[in-house]
């Protein structure tokens, strides 16, 4: 799966295109192959920003995670605050975090990796002296 997805990111793929290629590398046609590759294009974007963020800023660098238009309970319960603008992560609290796969959901945590299979919540690297408002903007401070 990590070889297809590596590949389908080089070449821009899509999705359904993935899924297609991991449908073919395995000889199995029935399993739900498209979910699997939206999370892992989701998941290997989301690492890459976070790269990104540890590159600019080291690992004092801040994440937002942006819930999708629709975003299940969990997502909003993890990556939003009671305010309704979205929770400010420190990288190592997200890398420290692991991933949610085999967790319960009320053991879920906010995680550099998709909360759940296709989430698409949006990964924005928050730069010092910023804030992010309540639909990912980046604002100074008032």
Request: charged share 25%; glycine share 8%.
């Amino acid at each position: 799966i990590r070889e297809a997805t590596a590949d389908a990111i080089a070449e821009a793929d899509d999705p359904k295109e993935l899924a297609v290629e991991l449908m073919r590398r395995t000889g199995d046609w029935e399993h739900n192959w498209e979910r699997i590759a939206r999370t892992e294009i989701q998941g290997a974007y989301n690492e890459g920003r976070v790269m990104s963020a540890i590159e600019s800023y080291g690992q004092e660098a801040q994440i937002a995670k942006i819930t999708e238009t629709g975003a299940c309970r969990h997502c909003v319960r993890l990556h939003r605050g009671s305010d309704g603008n979205p929770n400010v992560f420190e990288v190592k609290q997200l890398i420290d975090n692991g991933t949610n796969v085999g967790k319960p959901k009320s053991s879920w945590q906010a995680t550099i990796w998709p909360v759940h299979p296709n989430c698409r919540c949006d990964t924005v690297v928050v730069p010092p002296g910023l804030i992010v408002g309540e639909f990912g903007q980046l604002e100074r401070p008032e």
